[in-house]
Each structure stands twice: as structure tokens, then as C-alpha cells.
Nanobody, 113 residues
Framework: QVQFVESGGGLVQPGGSLRLSCAVS???????MAWYRQAPGKQRGLVAR???????NYADSVKGRFTISRDHAKNTVYLQMNSLKPEDTAVYYC????????WGQGTQVTVSS
């Protein structure tokens, strides 16, 4: 059973930065991983993904502002978020790319002045 524990969210002003972390346990850290987000009243959508080899790609809405990375030694995936906008407000989750395992609790990101 693969488990995900997300952390690092919070309240930040527009233009600010946050770094999210996702600790992965219960499996070898071999999957392509992704960050997803779900805003109130909207479906959960993919924000960024990264292969086991480190190749990354991003949703158009975050390209140039967000950076996904992973540390195999720590079984952890990160999401560096810069130049945050109010529309980035959501609960952020990590999971594998493709058919997901059970979702973690997520971490709330609120961008507001």
C-alpha cells in the first residue's frame, strides 16, 4: 500500500512562494509522480509530473512559475511554487501518474492579500 503525506501549504500573498513536500512510503520510489490540485467546486487536475529519471512537464497555467523535483534518497517529491496567484488557491495532492493510489490528506494553499 503506497501512502502519501503532503506538507508545506499555507497562506501567502500574491507574488509569494511556497515549497510543498510529499513523503512517499510503502513502495519502491520508482513511479512517475505528479502533483495535483483541487480548488473549491472544481475537479482535481494535474499540475506537474516527473519521471523516475527526472524529466518534468507542467500544466500551461503553472509553466515558468512552478518546479517539480524528487529526491530518491528521501522518497520525497517537491513542488516549488513562485509568483503565486489567487487562482493557485487549492488543496494540493501528490500521487503517481496514471491510475492513482489512495489519496493523502493534501495540503491547503491559499493565495490572498
Amino acid at each position: 500500500q503506497v501512502q502519501f503525506v503532503e506538507s508545506g501549504g499555507g497562506l501567502v500573498q500574491p507574488g509569494g512562494s511556497l515549497r510543498l513536500s510529499c513523503a512517499v512510503s510503502g513502495s519502491q520510489f520508482i513511479y512517475a509522480m505528479a502533483w495535483y490540485r483541487q480548488a473549491p467546486g472544481k475537479q482535481r487536475g494535474l499540475v506537474a509530473r516527473i519521471t523516475s529519471g527526472g524529466s518534468a512537464n507542467y500544466a500551461d497555467s503553472v509553466k515558468g512559475r512552478f518546479t517539480i523535483s524528487r529526491d530518491h534518497a528521501k522518497n520525497t517529491v517537491y513542488l516549488q511554487m513562485n509568483s503565486l496567484k489567487p487562482e493557485d488557491t487549492a488543496v494540493y495532492y501528490c500521487n503517481v501518474v496514471g491510475v492513482p493510489f489512495d489519496w493523502g490528506q493534501g495540503t491547503q494553499v491559499t493565495v490572498s492579500s
